[in-house]
């Protein structure tokens, strides 16, 4: 391979392997309880069919792995700065990126990647949703060279604008890293709304593919769970609620070491460099312009530990007419110390955003959550109580919801306020972790103001800022000082014509 | 950017120009005209099936005038809609930025600054062609809900208004860019 990548080339040939082994695999997960079914119910002297059929099938993959293998060449055009991919089997794909346009490079290893040697590299654009580049095989040097050769341009067009700024660290030594222990605090205390979701998905598949399986065996699915309902005692109950929470932890700290361990950041020339990963070393190179929102959080558990979550969401547009939001790529930083989140923020937003000016929501902002989210269900299920004799007990459970959702509700209330001065647009909001959304008024793309008619004479009306990488909504201020606040910031966008990226 | 240089720059919040108070232009009225031509093949589609199910199947022709009476209503609410939302629609061009505001019930105002804008599109259908009228389409990288999409301008506005904007994109473009604060 030569080092300039000016000519078209081919990913090494290990691709073959990586591209086999991953359609084998997505095929493979696809017919997963398919395939253990036919093992299990199939007579034997059908079992040769079987093993024949997933032997063709390991084939096609090997086969269709060449072809993509002989068809997938790259290269990069010096003059015209882009970075040009063949490919299809089939049909001619050609997939041009402007070198200007490449967000961010990525190199990865995955476990099968390690085992051969060879690294995987990811070029995400500020284009379209479908135009990410993957090269699934490419040695080591190879992929170094060509991240260098792909961001070479951008690094030369950046540093001059914030050589003031960086100069000063550019030592390539990580300025923060996660230790494992605080790793650990951050698995107890953070995410336990994904890891739930997790969790409910597992149970779910296990669930319905169980009684297929049961289905298949034969097994009285009526004494299986007879006896699982006679197991249901208060006891057990709270024992079963224990050992969930209990796995949930677990999950939750598994996931966050996969994540993040040895996560470390340093500067890498004028961009920051994050590293991360227990079995798969993931590299993300982040260019601090490229940062359209910067945001930290923090809940009451992390607070008394001192620690607060950082994460920077870059652009992903694409204008994509067929209607579904793009979600902005974010990059996250668990477990910083206050003093390791001020850095950061220094380093991607150039200074400490100062208190500035803050605006608070009108009262009517309880109005519509308090209706639909307790007044209505409320209302809905004492009617039903009171018809249904199964339910009467629990109208007890009522008054819980109703308390507790008004103490959230409240709270959400009180934490939603934007604060602003000169240079920054700080939005708080949350009800648990309470977030901080940083943006600059020039990374706004368009704004929208909105105002409901019967809140004309009590002058409340709603904002949203439109960023590239999401927006930042305010709900319920004083419209008089919302409209101050737009022309403001139309005014700070307007007369100086600033990068946004 | 430094300190002193933005002192400099302090302005009073209450001078600068209000979006708020711009007048707004209007679609073209016989854009009203395409919106009803539209509704009506709409409608005129579903009272087709309409009146073939009541033909056709005899026990609902009981509640004929029931259907009859609500799709009456249906038809009249919806012209009162869109009657509605062509008067509440408006736009301006300014120097710097381009507002956009419509709406039926909530009044919301989309203020999309002209050195934001990506790309620019201007749309004929056959229809409009027809009473000689455009939509423009702005959008920026905001995603989905941060672009204008201006219907029923009078095609030769719109092209005069396409080419005002791309200048004016060209000309921010090829100004040098501050550095980032």
Redo the contacts between chains.
């Keep these: 391979m030569n080092n300039d990548f000016s000519k078209p080339q081919r990913q090494s040939a290990a691709g073959i392997v990586i591209m086999a082994a991953h359609t084998t695999l997505s095929i493979g997960r696809a017919f997963i309880f398919f395939i253990i079914y036919a093992f299990v119910k199939i007579q034997s002297a059908y079992l040769l069919y079987v093993l024949l059929g997933l032997a063709v099938m390991v084939l096609a993959s090997f086969l269709f792995a060449y072809l993509w293998y002989i068809k997938f060449t790259f290269f990069l055009d010096k003059e015209k700065q882009e970075f040009i991919v063949n490919k299809g089997i089939f049909n001619r794909d050609q997939v041009i990126i402007q070198l200007d346009k490449i967000q961010q490079v990525n190199i990865n290893q995955s476990i099968l990647q390690k085992i051969i040697g060879v690294y995987g590299l990811k070029i995400d654009t500020?284009g379209a949703h479908g135009e990410e580049i993957s090269i699934g095989a490419i040695d080591e040097t190879s992929a170094y060279n060509l991240k260098a050769h792909l961001l070479h341009k951008k690094v030369i067009a950046e540093s001059?604008?914030?050589t003031e700024i960086e100069t000063q660290s550019t030592e390539e030594t990580p300025f923060l890293s996660i230790s494992s222990w605080t790793l650990f605090k951050v698995g107890l205390t953070s995410n336990y709304g994904q890891s739930l979701a997790l969790l409910a998905a597992f149970f779910y598949t296990v669930i319905y593919e169980g009684r297929q399986l049961l289905d298949s065996f034969k097994i009285d699915r009526n004494a299986i769970e007879s006896t699982v309902t006679g197991m249901l005692t208060i006891v057990t109950a709270f024992i079963l609620i224990g050992v969930l929470l209990a796995v949930l932890l677990v999950i939750n700290m598994v996931r966050t070491f996969y994540k993040y361990f040895e996560l470390q950041i340093s500067l890498h020339k004028d961009a920051l460099l994050l590293s991360s990963g227990l079995i798969a070393k993931k590299n993300t190179l982040v260019s601090p312009?490229k940062v359209q929102i910067t945001k930290y959080s923090q809940n009451y558990f992390q607070k008394k530990l001192n620690m607060l979550n950082v994460s920077l969401k870059q652009?992903h547009?694409g204008?994509?007419?067929k209607?579904?939001?793009?979600q902005g790529n974010t990059m996250e930083i668990p477990g910083c110390s206050p003093a390791e989140c001020d850095e950061l923020l220094r380093m991607i937003l150039?200074k400490l955003p100062e208190p500035g000016k803050i605006f608070i929501p009108d009262w009517r902002f309880l109005n519509l959550p308090v209706f639909f989210k307790l007044i209505l269900p409320v209302v809905i299920f004492l009617i039903i109580a009171l018809n249904v004799p199964e339910v009467k007990p629990f109208i007890a459970a009522a008054v819980i919801y109703l308390l507790a959702g008004m103490v959230m509700i409240y709270l959400s209330y009180k934490k939603h306020r934007i604060s602003v001065s000169?240079?920054f647009i700080v939005k708080k909001s949350g009800i648990w972790d309470i977030s901080h959304e940083i943006i600059?008024p020039?990374k706004?793309?368009?704004?929208?103001?909105?105002?409901?008619?019967w809140h004309k004479g009590v002058d409340v009306g709603h904002l949203?800022l439109?960023?590239?990488a999401?927006?930042l909504r305010f709900k319920y201020g004083n419209y008089t000082e919302i409209?101050?606040l737009?022309?403001?910031w139309?005014?700070q966008?307007?007369?100086?014509?600033?990068?946004?990226? | 950017m430094s300190t002193e240089t933005f002192t400099n720059e302090v302005i009073d919040i209450n001078s600068l120009p209000k979006y708020e108070e711009i007048e707004l232009q209007h679609p073209h009225s016989d854009y009203w005209k395409i919106i009803c031509i539209n509704l009506s093949v709409f409608l005129s589609i579903i009272g087709i099936g309409l009146v073939t199910l009541l033909i056709f199947i005899n026990e609902i022709s009981a509640y004929s005038f029931l259907i009859i009476a609500v799709y009456v209503a249906l038809a009249a609410i919806l012209f009162f809609l869109f009657r509605v939302s062509f008067k509440k629609r408006g736009y301006a061009i300014r120097t710097h930025d381009v507002i956009y505001k419509s709406g039926i019930i909530a009044e919301s105002t989309t203020i999309v600054p002209l050195n934001r804008i990506q790309h620019i599109e201007l749309n004929e259908g056959i229809l409009s062609r027809s009473f000689q009228l455009g939509s423009l389409q702005l959008f920026t990288a905001g995603g989905q809900t941060g672009h204008i999409h201006i219907s029923g301008i009078p095609i030769e506005k719109a092209k005069n208004i396409r080419d005002l904007l791309l200048k004016k994109l060209d000309l921010t473009e090829s100004q040098p860019i501050d550095p980032i604060v």
């Design positions: 500020a001059q604008q914030e312009a652009a547009f204008e994509s007419k209607g579904h939001e793009m150039g000169e240079d600059t020039y706004i793309q368009a704004i929208t103001t909105f105002q409901y008619p949203c439109h960023t590239a999401g927006q409209k101050q737009v022309n403001y139309l005014y966008v307007e007369h100086r014509n600033e990068n946004w990226m």
